[in-house]
């Protein structure tokens, strides 16, 4: 089993800045994808960034340029650091691993309980 705890939300106005943070731990595992995901009362969840191991990045097109995803290989950690923030980007933000457990095997995915975000007007 994996676990994922993030940290970091909060409330904070538009323009203002927050940085959230997850940290994976449990047993030996191979996490091939680290990402972050929101979802908004009444709406899908929805891809906001995600990082592979090797460092290739994906941004939803609503926060390229305001939102900067990083990773520490070495201690399972993924950040999300979130800047120019607007009153949409409020949400349940969510930590997201995706873990291989064995060479040549699939992988699961594993998320975190999440962490509200509020960008107030």
């Not at 709406?43 to 460092?55: D, N, P, T």
Request: net charge positive; charged share 15%.
């Amino acid at each position: 089993q994996v676990q994922l705890v993030e940290s970091g939300g909060g409330l904070v106005q538009a323009g203002g800045s927050l940085r959230l943070s997850c940290a994976a731990s449990g047993s030996t595992f191979s996490i091939i994808v680290m990402g972050w995901y929101r979802q908004a009362p009444g709406k899908q969840r929805e891809l906001v960034a995600r990082i592979s191991s090797g460092g290739n990045i994906n941004y939803d097109d609503s926060v390229k340029g305001r939102f900067t995803i990083s990773r520490d290989n070495a201690k399972n950690t993924v950040s999300l650091q979130m800047d120019s923030l607007k009153p949409e980007d409020t949400a349940v933000y969510y930590c997201s691993a995706d873990v291989q457990f064995r060479a040549s095997s699939g992988t699961f995915r594993y998320w975190g309980h999440g962490t509200q975000v509020t960008v107030s007007s």
